[in-house]
Nanobody
Framework: DVQLQASGGGLVQAGGSLRLSCQAS????????IGWLRQAPGKEREGVSV????????YVADSVKGRFTISSDGASQRVYLQMNSLKPEDTAVYYC???????????????????WGQGTQVTVSS
């Protein structure tokens, strides 16, 4: 069975940092699109950052560019999201998601992902 286990959310003040972790299992980790999407109250789920594990290519939303960094560890089958300089507008439920098809053109679209972990709440206070 495919499993994506997310952890690392919490409450932090603006300007602070958090690190999210996603443990993956049950699919070919080294040939997938794995990453993070988020959903704020009243808003649609959106892509934050995704990594193409076959070559390490990274996709990053403009809203977090320069502040968030995604990385992966093939040996442990984990994907991380280091979030720095957090802003109140980063407050959302963050989801780890994976797709085993080519998501080059559709990584921002939550409907493109076939596998989901449980969400983890990130709250940034001003």
């Amino acid at each position: 069975d495919v499993q994506l286990q997310a952890s690392g959310g919490g409450l932090v003040q603006a300007g602070g940092s958090l690190r999210l972790s996603c443990q993956a299992s049950g699919f070919r980790f080294d040939y997938a699109f794995i990453g993070w999407l988020r959903q704020a109250p009243g808003k649609e789920r959106e892509g934050v950052s995704v990594i193409r594990t076959s070559d390490g290519y990274v996709y990053v939303a403009d809203s977090v560019k320069g502040r968030f960094t995604i990385s992966s560890d093939g040996a442990s089958q984990r994907v991380y999201l280091q979030m720095n300089s957090l802003k109140p507008e980063d407050t959302a439920v963050y989801y780890c998601a994976a797709g085993v098809q080519d998501l080059t053109g559709g990584w921002r679209n939550w409907r493109a992902y076939g596998y989901w972990g449980q969400g983890t709440q990130v709250t940034v206070s001003s």
